[in-house]
C-alpha cells in the first residue's frame, strides 16, 4: 500500500494552509489537495486590507506566502480533484481525479465556496465568455466597453472598482432596495460618471440575436428594461461546494458542513474548516482559526 498519510486536507485556501501548517508542526504527516489555486477565493483579490499583520497585500501573494511556509515545514502538495471519500476501520481512502488513491488517518474538508450563478436559460454557455465572475481575470476583455455587474455586497463593489477604471460605461443591478457593501466602498463609486446604479432588479433573460450576445433583459421596481452590453460580472455571492462529501458528515439545509468551533463533525475522523462549515462569519481571519482549531482537533484524535 502507498503512504497513509497522518492528515489529509482538501482544499489550499487559507483554512486548508493553515490546518496544514498546525497538523505539521505537531509532528504530523500532511498532505494537503487542490484542484485550482493555493489561496482560494482570496488569490482573486489585488488588495487585501483585512489581514491582520498586513497593511496592504495582494491575494494572491498572501497565497504564496502561506503555500510556501508549509512546504518549509515539510507539507507535501498535491493539484488534483477529490471525487470522492471511502472508509473503514483502518483509514479514509481518498479517490482523485487524476492520481492514484491517497490514504489518511484522519481528513480535513476545507473546500470552500463556489460562485453563485443566476440559472438562467444560456448561462452556462455564455460563462467565460460573455459572463465573468473576475475582474482581475477577465476586466481586460472589456477596455472601452459596456459591462453590468451583477451583485452589490462588498465583493461586487471590489470587482466594481476594477473594472470602473478601464471600461467606458458599468451599470450595477443589485436584487435588493439597498446596497449592502460598507459604506467606504460604496463612496468609491457612487460619484463616478461612468458608473449607474439599478436597485430594486431582477434579471430575466441574457439577450442573444442570431447566436450574438447583446445585453439583459431585467425587471426594475416591475418595469421591464433591457441594458446593451459587451458582458456580465457576477458577484452574486458564494455556496458551499460540498455535495460530493455528504454521505460522510451532516450538511444543513443551506449545505454547508455541521461543526462547531473547532471543526468536530458528526463524524470522529473528519473535520472542517473555513467557508464551507455553518457560520455567521467568513473571512480570511476567521478560515485561519478555523483550520488551527480543525488540525488540533484531528492531532488529538491521532494521539489518543
Known amino acids: 500500500m502507498e503512504k497513509i498519510y497522518d492528515i489529509a486536507i482538501v ?13 505539521l508542526r505537531n509532528g504530523k504527516s500532511v498532505l494537503i489537495i487542490e484542484r485550482q489555486v493555493f489561496g482560494g477565493q482570496i488569490a482573486n483579490s489585488p488588495k487585501v486590507e483585512n489581514i491582520p499583520g498586513f497593511v496592504e497585500i495582494s491575494g494572491d501573494e498572501y497565497g504564496d506566502l502561506l503555500l510556501q511556509q ?75 466597453k459596456k459591462v453590468v455587474l ?45 458608473i449607474d446604479f439599478h436597485l430594486n432588479t431582477k434579471v430575466l433573460e441574457y439577450v442573444l440575436e442570431e447566436n450574438e450576445f447583446k445585453g439583459i ?31 460522510l458528515i451532516k450538511i444543513d439545509e443551506r449545505g454547508y458542513f455541521v461543526s462547531d468551533e473547532y471543526g468536530l463533525t458528526d463524524n470522529s475522523r473528519i473535520f472542517v474548516a473555513g467557508d464551507c462549515r455553518n457560520k455567521k462569519l467568513r473571512q480570511v481571519a476567521t478560515a485561519i482559526s478555523d483550520g488551527a482549531n480543525a488540525a488540533i482537533s484531528a492531532c488529538h484524535y491521532l494521539n489518543y
Open 217 to 247: 433583459r431585467y425587471l426594475e421596481n416591475e418595469e421591464e428594461k433591457f441594458i446593451e452590453c459587451d458582458g456580465v460580472f457576477l458577484a452574486i455571492g458564494l455556496i458551499p461546494d460540498n455535495d460530493k462529501f455528504k454521505n
Open 150 to 194: 451583477i451583485g452589490g455586497g462588498n465583493s461586487a463593489f471590489v470587482e466594481a472598482n476594477l473594472l470602473a477604471d478601464s471600461v467606458s460605461k458599468l451599470s450595477i443591478l443589485q436584487d435588493m432596495p439597498y446596497f449592502t457593501a460598507d459604506k467606504k466602498l460604496q463612496d468609491a463609486l457612487l460619484n463616478n460618471p461612468k
Open 11 to 23: 482544499g489550499g485556501g487559507p483554512a486548508g494552509l493553515t490546518a496544514a501548517l498546525y497538523g
Open 70 to 144: 508549509v512546504i518549509k515545514q515539510g507539507g507535501e502538495v498535491l493539484f488534483d480533484e477529490v471525487l470522492s471519500v471511502e472508509e473503514d476501520k483502518e483509514y479514509l481512502t481518498l479517490k482523485l481525479d487524476i492520481e492514484e488513491d491517497v490514504y489518511a488517518k484522519t481528513l480535513i474538508l476545507a473546500t470552500g465556496t463556489v460562485h453563485r450563478h443566476l440559472n438562467l436559460e444560456n448561462e452556462e454557455q455564455l460563462i467565460g465568455k460573455k459572463i465573468h465572475f473576475c475582474a482581475v481575470c477577465d476586466g481586460n476583455f472589456y477596455k472601452d
